[in-house]
C-alpha cells in the first residue's frame, strides 16, 4: 500500500513533467490533438461510469456535454463578445454583463449539466436497457432543440463564437488527472462495488439493502456532471459552439472510445482515449495525396473512416470486450510483467 | 414470541392465483419449512415478503411492523434477507466483494467522505472488511475470498448466497431450495450446516424445499403448498402421513 502511494506521486510528477515538455515541444496544432484526448478523457470516464461501471445503457451523453459547454461558454464570453455575437436578438439582460473566471464556469458547467441530468434522471432511470437508451437518446435530442430554440440565451442556430481560449494543456490535463484519480477513489469506495452490483444483477443488489434508485441517479448525474466539464472543455478548446456539435454522433464517438478501452475499465478509457483521438488524427494523411517515388495514391477524402472502422472491427472481433475488459493496470500487475520478462531474459541466458 | 407472520397472504398473476391466503407463523429461533411440488407458489411467496411482487391481499407482519408492499431493499434493512432458487451472485465481482456489497447499507457513509476517504470512513471500511473475512471464514469460503465468483463450484456459490444474506445482518433468514442440484449426502450436510447458522447467527429461518425428505430432520414445523393454497401444516411426522400432502406429491387427483 504505502508502496503503491509513493508510485502514485512518482506517476503524477512524472505526468506533469510530460505535460511541460509537450507544451513547449509540441507544434500548436499536435498539442490542440493531445488537448482534445484530454477532454476524451474526461468525457469517456463520465460515460464509462453510467455504462461500464453501473450498467446503465444511457446515450444521452452529448445533450449534457451541450449544456456543460453553453454554460462555460456563457459564463466566461465578454460583455462585448455576446453584444457582438447576439446580433439577430440580443442576449436576455440577466446574462449580458456576466463573467466569471475560468475555473467557476468549468464548475457551473459541471453543476448545471449534474442538475438537468437529475430532472431527467428522475422518470428515465425507471426504464431499463433499450428503453433507457431510447429515453436518453430522446431527451439528448431534446436538449439540444432547447438550445436551438432559446434564441436569447443560446443565440439558436448561429451557436457561440469567440468563446475565450482558457482551457490550455493545463486545465485540459489538470482536470482530466483529477477526474482520473476521482474515479479511482469513487470506484474504489463502497459506492463504486454498489455500482457495479447493479451492473451484475439489480434484483439481487436490492436484496442485498442497496437502494438501487438512488445509487443509478448518483451515477448517472456524476456522469453528465463530468460531460458538462468536458463539454465546457471542449467549447474553450474550439472557440465556437452550435447545437450541430452536440448531435448523436458526437454520443457515439465517446462510446466508441469507452467500448475500445474496455466497459468498466478506467485505464482502458483513458489509453483509448488517447489512442483514438490521435490515430484519428494521424489517418488524415489517408485523406490526402500520397507520394511514395514509385507510385502515386490520390487522395480519398473519408478514407481514414474508413481504415479507422476497419482497426475498430478488427480490435472487436479479436477483444470483444475492449482491449482491457473491466480489468485496469494497477502497479503490482505491471510488476508482475516485469518479473516474468526478467525470468525469461535469464532462462534465456542460461540456456 | 414470534417474530414474524403472514396474513391471508395473495398473489393474483391475471386469472392464475399462485398464492392464495397463506398464513404462516413463525416463532423466534424456528427453522419452518415451505415445501410444494412445481409451481406451487413457494418463490411467489419469497417475493411477495421480500417485496419484490406486492401482494394482490393480505400482510407480511415482521416484528411489530406491518412490512407489506415496502421496497425490497426498506425490507433487508429492516432484517429479513434472502437467498435465490436460480444463484444471483454478482459474477464478475470477487467473493469478498460479494459480501462487502451487503453492507454497503449499514456503511452509513455518505459518497464524499467514501471517496476523500475521512477517517470515519476508513475505519467503517476496515471494520466491515474484518467481519466480512470472518464470516467467510466461518463458512469456509476464506481461501477463495479473491476468486471471481462465478468461478466457484456450485456448492460454494450456494454458500456465498448464503453468507452475502447473513453479511446485511438479518433476524429472519429465507431460503429459495438452497440444496437444489444437490446430492443426498451433501443436502444432508447443507441442513446440518443450516441449524449450525441458525445457533451461530441467532437467526429465524423460512426454507423452501422441493423434496420433504431434505427438510425432515431439521424443520419443527412444514407448511405444504399445492397450486397456491395451503394444504396442510404441521410436524414433520404429521405432514409425512397427511393424505393430501402425498397425493399431492403423487399427482393424485
Ligand atoms: N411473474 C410472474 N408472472 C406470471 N406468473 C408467474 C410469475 N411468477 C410466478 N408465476 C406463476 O406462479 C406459479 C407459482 O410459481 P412459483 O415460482 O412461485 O412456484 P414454486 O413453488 O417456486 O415452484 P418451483 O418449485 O418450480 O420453484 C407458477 O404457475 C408460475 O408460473
Ligand atoms: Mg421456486
Not at chain 2, 35 to 48: C, L, Y
Not at chain 2, 69 to 96: C, D, W, Y
Not at chain 2, 145 to 152: A, G, N, P, R
Request: a positive charge; hydrophobic letters at 50%.
Amino acid at each position: 500500500m504505502k508502496r503503491n502511494n509513493k508510485l502514485n506521486i512518482i506517476a503524477i510528477l512524472a505526468f506533469i513533467a510530460t505535460l511541460f515538455i509537450l507544451n513547449v515541444t509540441l507544434d500548436p496544432y499536435r498539442l490542440r490533438i493531445f488537448n482534445l484526448a484530454g477532454i476524451y478523457v474526461i468525457l469517456g470516464l463520465g460515460l464509462n461510469l453510467v455504462n461500464g461501471f453501473t450498467g446503465l445503457f444511457s446515450l444521452g451523453h452529448a445533450g449534457f456535454m451541450a449544456i456543460g459547454a453553453y454554460t462555460g461558454a456563457l459564463l466566461t464570453m465578454s460583455p462585448e463578445t455576446k453584444e457582438m455575437t447576439f446580433f439577430l436578438e440580443p442576449i436576455t439582460p440577466i446574462l449580458a454583463n456576466i463573467q466569471l473566471p475560468f475555473p467557476i464556469a468549468l464548475v457551473a458547467a459541471g453543476l448545471v449539466a449534474g442538475a438537468i441530468g437529475f430532472l431527467i434522471g428522475a422518470p428515465v432511470l425507471r426504464l431499463k436497457d433499450d428503453y433507457l437508451a431510447i429515453a436518453t437518446l430522446g431527451f439528448s435530442e431534446i436538449i439540444r432543440i432547447v438550445l436551438t430554440n432559446m434564441q436569447t440565451i443560446t443565440n439558436g442556430a448561429l451557436g457561440l463564437k469567440g468563446i475565450p481560449g482558457n482551457a490550455n494543456i493545463w486545465w485540459i490535463w489538470g482536470v482530466s488527472l483529477a477526474v482520473v484519480v476521482f474515479m479511482v477513489l469513487l470506484i474504489k469506495s463502497s459506492y463504486g462495488k454498489v455500482f457495479k452490483a447493479i451492473r451484475e444483477d439489480e434484483i439481487a443488489a436490492e436484496a442485498m439493502g442497496v437502494n438501487i434508485f438512488k445509487h443509478k441517479m448518483m451515477s448517472f448525474v456524476i456522469g453528465c456532471a463530468l460531460a458538462g466539464v468536458g463539454g465546457a472543455l471542449l467549447g474553450s478548446l474550439i472557440g465556437a459552439i452550435n447545437p450541430l456539435l452536440f448531435r448523436f454522433l458526437f454520443t457515439f464517438n465517446v462510446l466508441l472510445i469507452v467500448v475500445l478501452g474496455g466497459m468498466g475499465s478506467i485505464t482502458g478509457t483513458v489509453l483509448s482515449a488517447v489512442v483514438v483521438t490521435v490515430m484519428i488524427e494521424y489517418l488524415r494523411v489517408l485523406d490526402i495525396e500520397m507520394n511514395l517515388g514509385f507510385i502515386r495514391i490520390p487522395g480519398v477524402p473519408g478514407l481514414r473512416m474508413v481504415v479507422f472502422s476497419l482497426i475498430l472491427l478488427i480490435v472487436i472481433l479479436f477483444y470483444q470486450r475492449g482491449i482491457m475488459g473491466s480489468n485496469e493496470i494497477t502497479w503490482e500487475k505491471l510488476f508482475d510483467f516485469k518479473n516474468r520478462i526478467a525470468k525469461k531474459i535469464t532462462r534465456r541466458k542460461s540456456s | 414470541m414470534t417474530i414474524f407472520r403472514t396474513e391471508n397472504l395473495t398473489k393474483k398473476f391475471g386469472g392464475l392465483v399462485a398464492v392464495s391466503n397463506l398464513n404462516i407463523k413463525i416463532e423466534k429461533g424456528q427453522i419452518i419449512g415451505l415445501i410444494g411440488p412445481n409451481g406451487a407458489g413457494k418463490t411467489t411467496a419469497f417475493n411477495m415478503i421480500t417485496g419484490v411482487y406486492k401482494p394482490t391481499e393480505g400482510n407480511v407482519v415482521f416484528g411489530e411492523n406491518k412490512v407489506t408492499g415496502m421496497k425490497p431493499h426498506k425490507i433487508t434493512e429492516r432484517g429479513i434477507a434472502r437467498t435465490f432458487q436460480n444463484i444471483r451472485l454478482f459474477k464478475e465481482l470477487s467473493v469478498l466483494d460479494n459480501v462487502l456489497i451487503a453492507n454497503h447499507m449499514r456503511l452509513k457513509s455518505n459518497v464524499f467522505s467514501s471517496i476523500i476517504r475521512t477517517p470515519d470512513y476508513v475505519r467503517k471500511e476496515k471494520a466491515i472488511k474484518e467481519k466480512s473475512i470472518n464470516l467467510l471464514r466461518e463458512l469456509g469460503l476464506e481461501d477463495v475470498k479473491d476468486e471471481k465468483s462465478f468461478s466457484l463450484p456450485y456448492g460454494k456459490q450456494r454458500r456465498l448466497e448464503i453468507a452475502r444474506a447473513l453479511a446485511t445482518d438479518p433476524q429472519l433468514l429465507l431460503l429459495d431450495e438452497p440444496a437444489a442440484g444437490m446430492n443426498p449426502q451433501e443436502s444432508h450436510e447443507l441442513m446440518v450446516f443450516i441449524r449450525e447458522i441458525r445457533d451461530k447467527f441467532d437467526l429465524t429461518i423460512l426454507l423452501i424445499e422441493h423434496h420433504m425428505k431434505v427438510i425432515m430432520g431439521v424443520c419443527e414445523s412444514i407448511y405444504v403448498l399445492d397450486y397456491g393454497v395451503t394444504i396442510a401444516n404441521g410436524t414433520p411426522g404429521e405432514i409425512q402421513n397427511n393424505q393430501k400432502v402425498i397425493e399431492a406429491y403423487l399427482g393424485v387427483e
